[in-house]
């Protein structure tokens, strides 16, 4: 029935270069020269393509890396500093603080290279060079092949692409797929492991706000962190050591203090994670109306017993402070973007594409030959497949964020290892139950098991539960009745006695040959070893199977889009490479009758202000700065502006990453988008759609005139 395609390094992106665009897209570093520098230049851009990536000479993307594993930073200084968000050093903070060094409540400035904290695991990554491998990955690789078969081959092309592309250096490499296996790109990269703290502000204002602000618009976050790079002496990258020194970059970023203006040309040079622009109708219908309002459900859940139990107990509230703001993040996110969604109307007006696709299809025999049943195939599969890609995510939000079960699958190397254990063995579970132990409550976990297992049984099908007469005893079933559950879940964390640490403990000071198997018959683990079985035979192939068909469909889908818009430039999905998006400051109409300005103030911290609220406490210090107006250089008309907003398509990965003006000058530092426009990742609308960022100036003004520590600004290069 498949038609084979002749051309398969397709060209996809026609250029059409004489009008302004809107600000959607997060376009390809390589290619801005091709497709997107004379639009950038009309828009108000001052610079050249070669200026943003350039193998050649230093350009942008070498001041800009992969922070972590899913942050964006940016070099700031010759000397190797680099800014990133509060958010996405989070962690490195949080590590090194204690009672008597609580970085994370009083912030932490390093006032000489001595006092920068190392923080093992942590590396920044970056692009050395990219280049377009489309033909080397699809070298004998059938078009029309079964996907199975394509996917098996374009992984060992891939292999050998990388192995060739790093030979003999000390890169790393890596190939992604764009438009859906329509174009593959290599990406050479360089990571540095030696990068340390060096500065940070007390949480309450890297972090004010909180999760009431988080994803919102008004937003007064001091959202950054200061880390630096050190290198060998030959400025490679290299394992911590005190020998190392810091790293000479190629290119830093200047920053401009001039701020900006409604209109001012913007671009953010990151690492946009992931996002959904080209998906169906029938896609779009099931996460809306399927998936999302169930992961809101769930989460909703959790979150309310969480915060239930951290306003009672202090303790509980640092223990499950991390945890509440990762389970909130996306819960919050999902609201707005299924409110986005709705607002957009996203199910039609994908509905109105596809007829107009469909009709471009028929035009032709040869595009019907190609072209026509990709639809009719997509609306079958959807018909399907929407009942697994719940139930997997179901299984996922559900059962995997219990805590009792992450502590079964904790359990399970031990049970493998069966009577042929090691003490390292032993030492190892210990260690890893320790870490868990220290952020655990079981009081909150046994409300949040018996929530989560009464909503999988009410809203999952039968055939996506175990069968519970299997492990449970006939006594505690039906669980749907609540007293059974009730009385099976007392039992479950009574019974369980690796949730409990004394016990835990004690069971490991004595393990012995034959004791794997009390781990093995704990309630815990009979729950997790079921549910994970039933998840692995009646979920998982199934999806993995329709997710190749649907892998498939999407490569001749995406064509076909193409094909029939050629006054359209595309810009592939996001996948965690390095993207540049541009657009302008710019303020919003959240709602009839209202308007967003496009800044915000420290005047507005001071109006949050409010001891009795958690996410906003000032800081006594920021308070009297604010009396006395002492905002330096950084003021502007006697205001000192905290953050802005701009119609710079974004998403999860961009935090961190550089906000720069027409001059190629830090202006702000991206950290989140306002909750009216978080269905971008599906469907971006101009009017709605606003990154936040930090204003550089309010960062700088934290530095120097709250924290004192002044001599970092020596080091960077200020534009006045
Ligand atoms: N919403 C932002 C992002 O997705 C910030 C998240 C961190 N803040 C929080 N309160 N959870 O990363
Ligand atoms: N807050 C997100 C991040 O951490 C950014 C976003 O989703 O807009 O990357």
Same mark, same amino acid.
């Given at each position: 029935m498949f038609k084979k395609i002749i051309t398969v390094s397709f060209v996809f992106i026609i250029l059409i270069n004489n009008y302004l665009r809107a600000d959607e897209g997060m376009w390809i570093p390589l290619l801005l020269q091709k497709y997107n520098i004379e639009d950038m230049q009309k828009k108000g851009? &001052?610079?050249?393509a070669e200026d943003i990536y350039s193998i050649n000479k230093a350009s942008m993307k070498d001041a800009v890396m992969i922070f972590g594993g899913g942050c964006t930073a940016e070099l700031i200084?010759? &000397?190797g500093l680099i800014i990133t968000n509060h958010h996405c050093g989070f962690s490195q903070i949080q590590d090194h603080s204690s009672l008597e060094h609580d970085y994370l409540t009083d912030g932490f400035w390093a006032k000489t290279p001595k006092d920068e904290l190392r923080n093992p695991g942590l590396t920044v990554t970056f692009l050395v060079s990219m280049e377009d491998v489309t033909n080397q990955v699809l070298a004998g690789v059938e078009d029309d092949g079964e996907e199975g078969v394509r996917q098996k081959m374009i992984a060992q092309n891939i292999e050998k692409i990388v192995a060739q592309a790093i030979k003999g250096t000390h890169f790393q490499g890596e190939v992604k797929s764009f438009f859906y296996g329509n174009q593959y790109f290599l990406f050479v990269q360089e990571e540095y492991k030696d990068v340390r703290l060096v500065g940070a502000p007390p949480s309450a204002i890297g972090k004010f706000g909180g999760d009431t602000d988080n994803w919102m618009w008004p937003r007064h976050t001091g959202d950054f962190s200061l880390f630096r790079i050190y290198a060998d002496k030959d400025n490679k990258p290299a394992e911590y050591s005190e020998e190392n020194v810091p790293y000479k970059p190629k290119k830093h970023f200047s920053i401009s203090v001039k701020g900006v203006q409604p209109d001012d040309f913007t671009m953010v040079f990151g690492y946009p994670g992931s996002t959904e622009q080209y998906l169906t109708s029938y896609a779009v219908d099931m996460i809306q109306n399927k998936i999302n309002p169930y992961r809101i459900e769930i989460r909703q859940n959790i979150i309310d017993i969480m915060l239930e139990d951290m306003e009672k107990n202090p303790a509980v509230r640092i223990q499950y402070a991390d945890k509440h703001a990762s389970v909130s993040n996306a819960w919050k996110k999902w609201i707005g973007e299924n409110n986005g969604l709705e607002r957009l109307d996203a199910v039609n007006v994908k509905k109105q594409r596809e007829a107009a696709l469909t009709q471009w299809i028929n035009q032709e025999d040869s595009r019907q030959q190609l072209y026509s049943y990709i639809l009719p195939e997509f609306e079958k599969i959807y018909a399907d497949y929407a009942q697994y890609s719940f139930a997997e995510e179901y299984f996922f939000e559900a059962v995997w964020r219990m805590e009792s079960v992450k502590m079964a699958g904790r359990m399970k190397y031990l049970i493998e290892k069966g009577s042929e254990f090691t003490t390292e063995d032993v030492d190892k579970i210990r260690n890893s139950a320790k870490s868990f132990f220290k952020d655990y409550n079981i009081e909150t976990d046994k409300k949040i098991f018996k929530a989560l297992l009464s909503l999988y049984l009410k809203n999952v099908d039968t055939k996506f539960q175990p069968d519970f007469t299997k492990f449970i005893k006939s006594k505690y079933l039906p669980l749907t009745e609540s007293e059974k559950l009730d009385e099976y879940v007392d039992y479950y964390f009574e019974k369980s006695f690796f949730l409990h640490e004394d016990k835990l403990m004690a069971f490991f000071d004595t393990y012995a040959k034959a004791d794997y198997k009390k781990l093995e018959n704990a309630p815990a683990y009979l729950f997790y070893k079921n549910f994970v079985n039933m998840y692995v035979t009646q979920i998982m192939p199934v999806v993995k199977s329709y997710d190749e068909k649907i892998t498939n469909l999407n490569r001749f889908y995406m064509r076909a889009l193409t094909m029939a818009d050629t006054s359209k430039v595309f810009y592939p999905d996001a996948n965690f490479t390095l993207r540049v998006t541009y657009g302008k400051v710019a303020d919003y109409e959240p709602r009839d009758g209202v308007r967003y300005k496009h800044y915000t103030t420290l005047d507005g911290i001071i109006e949050k202000d409010n001891p009795d609220i958690y996410d906003y406490r000032v800081p006594q210090r920021l308070k009297d700065l604010y009396s006395a107006r002492e905002y330096g250089i950084y003021a502007e008309n006697g205001e000192l502006h905290t953050c802005f907003i701009g119609t710079n398509h974004t998403t999860g990965g961009n935090s961190g990453s550089p906000v720069l003006n027409a001059n190629g000058e830090l202006i702000g530092v991206n950290f989140d988008r306002c909750w009216e426009g978080t269905m971008s990742d599906i469907m971006y609308d101009p009017a709605q759609c606003r990154n936040i960022a930090l204003d550089i100036r309010y960062a700088l003004f934290l530095i120097d005139k709250f924290a004192g520590a002044g001599y970092l600004l020596d080091e960077m290069s200020i534009v006045k």
């Open positions: 851009f &001052k610079l050249t200084s010759d &000397k």
